[in-house]
């Protein structure tokens, strides 16, 4: 009698915690479906709503195009596969534990939340296409109007040395912004994708809070650069730019439904030690407005400006932050294609996706013939200015396990981890010279 007593306390226990998360899960759709909102251009208040299916029906004649019926039922049934994916993890959560229902549920919310990027007019249309001709339009026009925010209205005069204080320190907001930009991808890049040196729980927080500045969360960032490294421009590649053209490999890999997915298989050592990361990958705007906050926050302290409007983010010094932060995420993002540049130029200029191709692909066939593997990473000297030795990409995927390529002072991320280091906030930074070998300088 004790024993089915126990059994039905145990099975009771179990129910209550299935339907624990099943709300949970039920509340992450509503917390996903809420964020599901674009840009708008217009006050048509379908802009959206047409938006959206104007891109499903574009991605699906594309598809058709490239392989016919069955390429875009399988685009569709993907589709209707993504949306079911939370409730079907719903339903089969009573027999997980608890840290694999969270694991389950928050990377299903993240795949539907990865919807409002999809197509040729979502959220990547809005970012890199849209915000890099809008955002310098933007501080353009506020200090062509600066007078006006004032009461009264500032005097021609008054406007000029208004301006005058401003206008330099926004320019420093501004270079600010982009190389924060610049440098988040550096980070995500070789710690959470290569984890070129180790650190504590805490730190590993703050670390990832940083690249969610740029919409590249630390998670889904990993599972895509490792198989990015798996399959450089093969059948598998996110981002193959000798395959599927520039712009494909700049930007819209971002809006193709076969990458949303995080991809556990690649990342089980972060889903093991670190599954706290993924709370990152759900909430990475309301972390971005944080940082740029704080960033801005304290630059205005050390650059004392004296006007601050009632809402600080319409300052002209945030809108000089966030126009930096836009222009170096358009450039993160054309570096992305920069660094595997197929060796003929135009052959990369097309956007091909998602056509497929249909016979041997040119790029492919002139690497034969030229002798080069199938993955053509470069080597951009223009770009070590901005980047370091990010710009040593050919390097990179020769060895991907160093934190610096090039000479250390050309690196400037390198810098700052050799100071965490000296601080004792990371250790067992990898770098080349400790095995002898000597990177060519940039």
């Known amino acids: 009698m004790s024993s089915v007593s126990n059994d039905m306390k145990g099975r009771g226990s ?3 915690a299935g339907s624990v998360r099943v709300l949970l899960y039920v509340r992450l759709l509503v917390f996903v479906s809420a964020v599901f909102d674009l840009v708008h251009y217009t006050s048509w208040a379908y802009e959206v709503l047409a938006r959206r299916l104007v891109s499903v029906l574009v991605v ?4 058709y195009w490239g ?4 390429a875009a039922a399988k685009e569709l049934k993907g589709i209707a596969s993504d949306f079911s994916h939370i409730a079907r993890t719903a339903l089969l959560c009573y027999h997980a534990s608890w840290s694999e229902a969270f694991k389950e549920g928050m990377i299903s919310a993240c795949l539907m939340f990865r919807y409002t990027n999809y197509g040729p ?3 990547i249309f809005d970012l890199l296409v849209v915000a890099p001709v809008a955002a310098p339009r933007r501080l353009f026009k506020l200090f062509a109007s ?7 209205p500032l005097s021609d005069s008054e406007w000029y040395h208004v301006v005058g204080i401003e206008a330099p320190r926004c320019l420093v907001l501004l270079v600010a912004g982009f190389g924060l930009a610049i440098y988040c991808e550096n980070l995500v890049h070789r710690y959470f994708g290569h ?3 180790s650190t504590s729980r805490a730190w590993n927080l703050v670390l990832a809070a940083i690249p969610c500045y740029i919409a590249m969360p630390p998670l889904f960032f990993a599972s895509t650069h490792r198989r990015h490294h798996k399959y450089c421009e093969e059948e598998g590649d996110p981002h193959p730019v000798n395959q599927k053209g520039f712009l494909y490999g700049a930007m819209f890999w ?7 997915k995080i991809r556990e298989e690649y990342i089980p050592d972060w889903l093991e ?8 990958e759900l909430w990475q705007a309301q972390i971005a407005m944080g940082v740029s906050y704080v960033c801005v926050g304290v630059l205005s302290i050390f650059l004392a400006p004296v006007w601050f409007p009632e809402n600080f983010w319409e300052s002209p010094f945030m809108v000089a932050f966030l126009t930096g932060k836009t222009l170096g995420t358009a450039m993160v993002a054309a570096f992305t294609a920069f660094g595997h540049t197929c060796p003929f130029w135009p052959a990369c200029l097309p956007l091909r996706w998602p056509f497929g191709s249909k016979g041997d692909d040119p790029p492919k066939a002139q690497a034969s013939q030229e002798g080069l593997g199938p993955c053509m990473s470069t080597h951009r000297s223009w770009y070590w200015w901005m980047a370091g030795s990010e710009s040593d990409h050919d390097q990179h995927h020769a060895c991907p396990i160093y934190a610096v390529y090039g000479p250390w002072y050309h690196d400037w991320s390198y810098c700052t981890y050799a100071a965490m280091e000296k601080c004792g906030l990371v250790w067992s930074v990898k770098t080349p010279w400790a095995k002898g070998w000597k990177p060519h300088s940039s």
């Open 121 to 123: 007019f979502g959220h």
């Open 60 to 63: 699906l004649l594309l598809r």
């Open 254 to 260: 971002l809006a193709d439904r076969e990458n949303f």
């Open 273 to 280: 030690e670190r599954p706290e990361l993924l709370v990152f």
């Open 67 to 70: 392989g016919g019926v069955p």
């Open 195 to 197: 984890r070129v040196f």
């Open 14 to 16: 179990q129910m209550l």
């Open 146 to 152: 600066r007078a006006n925010y004032f009461e009264p």
